[in-house]
C-alpha cells in the first residue's frame, strides 16, 4: 500500500507543528529502514538529524519530500518545501546563473529581478565570476555552492538541506553557515539539515535528532538552547563538550 504524505498550506492550521512523523515504518524490500519512527518540527526551528552514514537520514527526507511513500504511520507536512539532495543535481546543459535563477523562472519572476539577485547573492557563495561557467569546470565544493543557493533562492516555507557543506573546506563551510543562520533570519523559515558533523548540529540548531544505524530510531532528542544569539559561542562552551560526549555515546 501507498501512504503518501498529508500536505497542507501553512495557513491551514495555527499549530506551530509543521513537520510531524508519527510511527512510521519504511522498508525497501527486506531492509527495513525505520520501523516506527516519530520525529516533528516547530516552524522557525532549525533541526538537525545526526546519525552515521546509511542510518536512513535521505530515505527521511525523501518521506517528508513525498518523494517516496511509507509503509505505514502519519506524515503531515504544513508549507512549500525545498530541497537540497546530497547530490547537487544541477543540470549540466544550464549555466551557474541559470541553475541558480531556475526556481525564481519557474516562479514566473522577471528575468530582469532574477539577473539583480543572482548578481546580489553569487559572490556571498563565493561563486563571483562564474555566472556563464557549466557545472562541468566547477569543483565538487562549488557546485555544491551552487546548488545550496538555488534551494535557498526558492524561498520557501520549509528547507530540507541533505549534507548542504559536506563536500566543503572547513573555512568555506564556516562561511555557509553563517550565511545560513543570517538567511534564516531573514527569511523566517524552517530548515532541517541532515550531517555528519556534530559540531555543526550544535553550531546551527535549535534541537538535534540523534538517529540509530537501521533499522533507525531516535536515541535523543537534544534541546540545544545556550547562546542562542550568538551561535559562535556556543562552540567554545564547556557545555558544548559535554553535549559532544553526550551525542557520541549514541552514535
Ligand atoms: N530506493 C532505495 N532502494 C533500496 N534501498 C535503498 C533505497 N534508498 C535507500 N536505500 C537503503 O536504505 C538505507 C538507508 O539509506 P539512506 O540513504 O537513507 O541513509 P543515509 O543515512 O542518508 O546515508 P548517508 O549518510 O551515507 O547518505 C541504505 O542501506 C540504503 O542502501
Redesign the pocket.
Known amino acids: 500500500m501507498w501512504i503518501m504524505p498529508l500536505r497542507m498550506n501553512s495557513s491551514q492550521s495555527d499549530s506551530d507543528t509543521v513537520i510531524s512523523l508519527k510511527h512510521v515504518g519504511k522498508s525497501?524490500?527486506e531492509?527495513v529502514?525505520f520501523e516506527d519512527i516519530s520525529l516533528h518540527v516547530n516552524r522557525g526551528e532549525i533541526v538537525s538529524i545526526l546519525?552515521?552514514?546509511?542510518?536512513?537520514?535521505?530515505?527521511?527526507?525523501?518521506i517528508i519530500a513525498g518523494l517516496?511513500p511509507i509503509d505505514h504511520g502519519d506524515v503531515i507536512v504544513k508549507g512549500t518545501v525545498g530541497y537540497m539532495q546530497?547530490k547537487d543535481l544541477l543540470l549540466p546543459w544550464k549555466t551557474v546563473s541559470a541553475n541558480v535563477g531556475l526556481p525564481l523562472k519557474l516562479k514566473g519572476v522577471e528575468k530582469e529581478d532574477i539577473k539583480k539577485r543572482i548578481e546580489e547573492y553569487l559572490p556571498l557563495v563565493g561563486l563571483e565570476g562564474y555566472e556563464d561557467k557549466f557545472p562541468f569546470q566547477l569543483s565538487g565544493g562549488m557546485r555544491q555552492r551552487a546548488s545550496f543557493l538555488r534551494t535557498l533562492m526558492t524561498s520557501e516555507e520549509i528547507f530540507l538541506l541533505?549534507?548542504a557543506f559536506g563536500s566543503l573546506d572547513s573555512i568555506t563551510r564556516g562561511q555557509m553557515q553563517k550565511w545560513l543562520l543570517e538567511m534564516k533570519r531573514e527569511l523566517d523559515n524552517t530548515v532541517v539539515f541532515?550531517t555528519?558533523d556534530i559540531d555543526e548540529a550544535i553550531l546551527l540548531s535549535d534541537r538535534i535528532y540523534v538517529i540509530s544505524k537501521?533499522p533507525?530510531e531516535i536515541k535523543k532528542e537534544i534541546d540545544v538552547d545556550f547562546h542562542k544569539d550568538d551561535k559562535n559561542k556556543r562552540l567554545l562552551s564547556s557545555k558544548t563538550l559535554q553535549l559532544k560526549q553526550e551525542i557520541l555515546r549514541y552514535l
Do not use: R, W
Open positions: 525497501f524490500g531492509m529502514v546519525g552515521s552514514s546509511g542510518s536512513g537520514k535521505s530515505t527521511l527526507f525523501n517516496i546530497q541533505d549534507e541532515i555528519h537501521i533507525a
